[in-house]
């Protein structure tokens, strides 16, 4: 199974049956249980061959396994993962409200806000496309793309609160916060499992979602206004709650990857690629929340 983020997709992290397997046939020695799965392919943080971490000569020896293991200070931790989340989405706030304070959105000025808005967010495009294909984290990556992520979101804040409903992105932000602490609340109670058939229908709906949304884009762009009328009105609202629920699925599916990393000693640099997904799940649902609740202020 592959993580919903694309930072996650190139990487071993997955699960299958709902048990931590790293698309694993045995598991690491104190690591939980593992089921045979017929779509089980090694573990990349497993001891022994399979592990391309364990071949560090200084690295411990399991006098039972006779395997390398990799020293305790080099493994991730759910502290690590914490400290660099904190420290992308610290670059994203700090830059957005930055970029709101610093580009103003009145009508004289807006066209040039937006503008910079629009190149911010290529930018920050770019720069997560090059970090997905790389083999390992980049810290310098991860943190420029929060940074230009951050622009983006300052600026079409600023324009949301300005002309649309002073106030709306506090409530998206609170909004966001309650989906993430719902969904972790719901995950580590055991109400939601990431199983594979999980995973399969969260991805399929969410190419199906994407998709829609490119096909209303084109038609905004050659035929104006609101295109195929997927981000306004009724079917705007609909739509907002349904990117909602599948950003809270992907938050599901990151928690998952997470808990996978830590189980099998996933190298410490793989806190940042943690961290890098998560953020981008975060901006997504923020976005979603952001239109929704901008869509039902501006019909009151």
Known sequence: MRSSNPVFSRRGFSRDAGYAGFNAQQPQAGGPAVGTSPYATGNPYAQGAANPYATNPYAPQDTQLGAPQQARGNVMTIDDVVSRTAMTLGTVVVTAVLSWLLLP?????????????????????????????????????ILGYAAFEGVFLGVISAAVSTYIADG???????????????VLLAYKMGWIRVTRRFYGFVMAAAMGFVLLMAVNLLFSVFGGGDGLGFRSGGLGIVFGIVGIILGACFLALDFKQVEDGVAYGAPREEAWLAAFGLTMTLVWIYLEMLRLLSILQGDD
């Open 105 to 141: 959105v009145d009508p004289a000025n807006l066209g040039k806000s937006y503008g910079i808005a629009i190149g911010a967010g290529l930018v920050a495009l770019v720069l997560s496309l090059v970090q997905s294909f790389k083999r390992k984290p980049s810290p310098a990556l």
């Open 168 to 182: 709306v992105v506090v409530q998206a932000v609170l909004g966001t916060m309650s989906v993430f602490a719902g």
